[in-house]
C-alpha cells in the first residue's frame, strides 16, 4: 500500500500537490497512470517522473507550478492591419493557422504534427517545417513572448513591432531554449498575405548537384514566390510507394533523386502556373532534369505532398532506423552526401540511405536503414558508431547535429563533442544567470 | 609638461600603451589629437575620453586589446550556391554589398550611411533601413558571428546555416547589444538573387489612414515583391524643396501626406510595372489617393528616392529639432499620430511636425521643429518635455522608444521609464554573466 501511495499519491496527502490543486481545481491536477502520455516522448527513448501533472488556465497559475499548458488555449488577439496575432502556448500549431486564415491572413509555420503540436512547443524548439525557405523558422515568426521566468514573474514581452532596439534580444534566447531558460505562455507571431495561388511540380534527377543547380535557378527566377524546395532519393518513394500502395511516383521510370518544387503566388493562378513553367522548361533545356510533371489541379499537387509527408511513416514501416536531423551549407550538401553515403557503406555495408529532407534549407533528414535482411535490432546495436560516422563528418562539413529537431535529452551529451568549450561556458553562464536553482527542464540542453 | 604628457601618453612612457604598440605597431596605435574622431558621436551630442585608439588588423589582436576595427575589413568568403558572404566587422556596408553584387547576389541591408558605416556596427545596434519590410532588420540578415568576449576568448560561432537548434542563440545576443557582451569581429551574413527589375511610384494621400490602406492593398497585390513603404508628411517635402531646390516633388498641387513605394521584382521591367500599374489603378478605384506619378525611368525612380532621402539634411539645414525614433504597432499608427501631434500642438503651439519614415515597418521619424520664428535654442530647452510627450504615447501605444537607433549613453536611463523590472532584471544578469568586470562598452544600454 505504501508503494502504491508512492505512485499515485492522493493530492491530500501531500501539502504541494494539494496547493496546486487549490490553485487549478481536482481534475487538472493529473496523477498516476493517467499521466503517462506526459511523460513519454512519442519514439518511447525516454520515460519521465513526475508526482503529478498540473494543467494551469492561465498565465498566473503558470506562474505558480509546474504544468501541462494544454489549457492556455486561447487566441488573445488577431490583428489582420498589424499583420500579428497574440496566441497562448497551448493552441495547437493549426488552431493558429487557422485563426489566422479566418481573418484572410497567413500564419506560415507548418509541420507534419501541427494537429497535435502546440505554438509553445513549436517556439521552444525553434520549429523548422516546409515553409522555411521563404519564411524563416519559429524564431523569425515570433514578435514578442510572455514568459514566467524561474523566480516566478511574469515577463510581459508581448511586443508586436517590426522593429524594437531597445537592449538585449531577450525573445530570441528564450525561443529554442526548450524551456530551459523560461515558461512560453504566449507570443505576438507575425502573419502573411494568403498566396492567390499555389502550384507544385515533382522533378526527376540524376544527383544532389542537379538539384542544387535546380534551386539556384528557382530562387533566381522565382525568389520569395519560392516557397518548397524539398530532395527526396528514390528509396524513399519506394518505401513509400510499398507501405502506401494508393500513392504513386508519377513517373514511368525511376530516378535517382526527385526534387518536390512549390510556388506560392500573389497574383493568380495562371500566372503562377507560367512562372512554374518557365522554370522547368529551362530546367530540361539546360540538361538539370530527366523528367518533370506539373501539377495540374489541386489533387495532383495533395498527391505530390502526400510523397514527402508519407517518407517518415513509411520508413517506420519498413522497421526501425538511425536518424539525423543534419544540416550544411547548402553548397556542400553533394559533397557530404558522397563522402558520407561511402562511409558508412565502408563501415557498414548494405545500409541503406534514406535521406530526404529540406534542402532549400540545408536540412536533410539523413536516415539509416539496416541492410536488407538484416535484424533492425543487431543494427540498432550500431547506433553510436553510425552517429559518430555521420555527426563527425556534419562537423567537418561545418554543419549542425540537431537543425530542426533541438537537443533534448538525447543529444545533451553529444553536442559537448562538437560545440567550443567557449560556446558551452555562455550558455552554461547564461543558464546559471537567468535559472540559477536549475528549476526549469532539468536535465535539457545543459 | 605634466599635463601634456597625460594629454598624449607616449607609448615608451606607458607600459599598457607599450604592449598595444608590440601588437599593432606603432603607426595603428593613435593617441592626442589624432583620436578627435573616434571620440566625439556624429551629433555632437557626447564626448569620450581614451587614452589612445588602437587599431587591430585581425581577430587575434582584437582578443588583446581595445580598439578601432577598421583593419578587419577583409571579405572573408563568397559562397553565392550557399547565398551567403563571410566578412569581418570593420567592412563598410556599401563595400559587403559590392562584394555580394560581383557576384551576382544581393546584401540588401541598406542605409544612407552605407558609404561610411560598418558591418560591425550595423550589427551591434541591429540596423534596420529601408529594406526592411522585405528583407528584415540586420539580425534577420545575420547567419553566424565571430566574437572576442569579456574573458578574451574567440567565439567562433562562424555558422553558415539556415537551421541549428543546438542551444542557446548566442548569436542574437550579441546583435543590438551595442558591444556591451563582446566584439564582433566578423558574420556570416545572408545573400539573395538579386531582382531582375525595381520599380518605384509616388502617391499623394489625404491621410494616415489611407497609406494603411494602400499598404494593406500592396501587400496582397505583391507579398515579398514590396520592398519600400515609405511615409512623408508635406512638409518634409517642403523642406528638401527649400533646402535643395533642385529636388521638386512632382505633383501641380501640394497633398497633405506622401507614400513613396518600391516593388523588386524576380520577373522583368515589364512584370513589375504592370505589377505596380495595378496597384496604382486599384488605389485610385478604392479612392485611396489623391495622385500617382510612376517612375517611368531609373532617373525618375532615383529623383523620387532623393526626396525621401533628404528629408534629414534638409531638417538639419532648417535648424536643430527635436529627434524620435519609434515604432508603434501598424495598426496604431494613425490614431498615435493624431493624439499625439494633437498633445504637443497644445503643450508647445506652432511646433513642426517633420514626421516621415518606414511605414510598412510602423517605424517613424517623428520629428519636433520650433515654431516658426522660435529661436531653436529656447525651443530644444524644451526637449526633455517633448521626449516625454511622445515616448509616454509611444508606450500606451505599445511601441518602442528606439525602433532602429539603439539605446547607447543617450536613452540608457530613459528606457528604465518605460521597460519593466523583470526586463531589466534579466538583461543586467546577463550583463553580469557575460561581462562581470563591465570591460564591454561600459555606459552604454545599462
New interface residues.
Partial sequence: MNADITAHPHPKNDAFLAACEAVVGATNLITGDDMARYLTDWRGRFTGHARAVVRPADTAQVAAIVLSLARLNRIREV??????LTAEAGCLLQQVQDAAAAAGRLFPLSLASEGSCTLGGNLS??A?GTA?L?Y??A??LALGLEVV?ADG?????L????????????R??F???EGT?GIITAAVVKL??Q?AARVTALFALDAPPQA?SLL?LA???????LTGFELMSDICLQLVEKHFPQLRTPFNARHPQYVLLELSD??SDAHAAS?LEAVASSAIEQGLVRDAVLASSLSQSAAMWALREHISMAQAAEGKNIKHDI??????IADFIDETDALLQQAFPGCRMVSFG?LG???LHYNVSAPLGQDDQVFLQQQAAVNLIVHDQVHKF??????????GAL?REE?RR???G??MD??M??????DPLNLMNPGK??
Fill in positions: 490583428d489582420p492591419v498589424n499583420d500579428t524548439t525553434n523548422g522555411v521563404r524563416g523558422n524564431r523569425e521566468i514573474r511574469i515577463w510581459n514581452g511586443r508586436s513591432l517590426r522593429k524594437d532596439n531597445t537592449g538585449y534580444d531577450l530570441d534566447l525561443i529554442g531554449a531558460l502573411f498575405a498566396p542544387l539556384a530562387k533566381q527566377r522565382c525568389d520569395a514566390a500573389a497574383e512562372l544540416a550544411v551549407p547548402i553548397s556542400r529540406h534549407d540545408g536540412n561545418g554543419g549542425s547535429i540537431s537543425a530542426e529537431h533541438g537537443l543529444k553536442i562538437y560545440k567550443s567557449t560556446e555562455m550558455m553562464s547564461i543558464k546559471r544567470a537567468l540542453v545543459l
